[in-house]
């Protein structure tokens, strides 16, 4: 079955580390993007590509990277320069062409 | 950039009745989906609903782009309809397809 899949499902990282969450989607999409939700919060961008080798910052980019050297992966490092990264991460994709997306399962990660 | 406003924030349901979740957007779009999240946070694509109306099950939407809002109607719910429901947008001089999210409605359905 075609399908997003982000692992892993729990993260638990020390403060000062780096740590990456995998996104990997066989939907054929052009398009991928990372969203943080905060409790209780909608969902704010965090980086997205629309084609391979290439990518743009959202809204809160600032202490996270990512890239895009496939077209089926997009994963997302958060840097230790991410001041507060516990949160509930989600990855999707979609058609350039066509609008609607698919969602990943998400990653909680928690800084301990 | 776009702001989206959903309506209302909260919402407690008996089992079997019916609701109208509403969501403000203020500007032009080219794309608006609803989408429900579950309690186990798995995000769900209702409707892709720029504009018109559909209709899924119990579930149908209705979006008036020339007033900047979009209805999602839930009739007869049932418990599992609870969760988060969220409106998405993507502005029409956006060019690419980033979703900008509301709130959400956290909907609630008793037994």
């Known amino acids: 079955d075609g399908g997003i899949t982000q692992s892993p499902k729990y993260l638990f990282r020390k403060e000062g580390q780096n740590v990456t969450l995998s996104c990997e989607q066989n939907?054929?999409?052009?398009?991928m993007y990372w969203y943080r939700q905060d409790p209780g919060q909608g969902l704010r961008l965090i980086y997205y590509?629309?084609?391979?080798?290439?990518?743009q910052k959202g809204d809160i980019a600032e202490g996270y990277s990512v890239s895009r050297e496939k077209k089926e992966s997009f994963p997302l490092t958060v840097t230790s320069a991410q001041k507060n990264p516990t949160a509930f991460y989600l990855c999707?994709?979609?058609?350039?062409?066509?609008?609607?997306?698919?969602f990943g399962s998400g990653t909680r990660l928690t800084v301990v | 950039g776009i702001q989206v406003e959903q309506s209302p924030p909260d919402l407690i349901l008996q089992e079997g009745a019916n609701s109208t979740l509403r969501c403000n957007f203020s500007?032009?779009?080219?794309?608006l989906q609803w989408f429900h999240q579950n309690p186990w946070g798995q995000l769900i694509n209702l409707f892709y609903?720029?504009?018109g109306t559909k209709q899924n099950g119990r579930l149908s939407a209705t979006t008036v782009a020339t007033e900047r809002y979009s209805l999602l109607y839930i009739s007869s719910s049932q418990t599992t309809d609870s969760g988060v429901y969220f409106c998405?947008?993507?502005?029409?001089?956006?060019?690419?397809?980033?979703?900008?999210f509301g709130g959400g409605t956290r909907l609630m359905v008793k037994p």
């Open positions: 999707a994709s979609s058609m350039v062409s066509s609008y609607g997306y698919t």
């Open positions: 939907l054929n999409h052009d398009a």
């Open positions: 590509s629309q084609i391979v080798n290439d990518f």
């Open positions: 500007d032009s779009v080219n794309n």
């Open positions: 609903i720029p504009s």
């Open positions: 998405a947008v993507a502005a029409l001089n956006n060019a690419g397809n980033m979703l900008t």
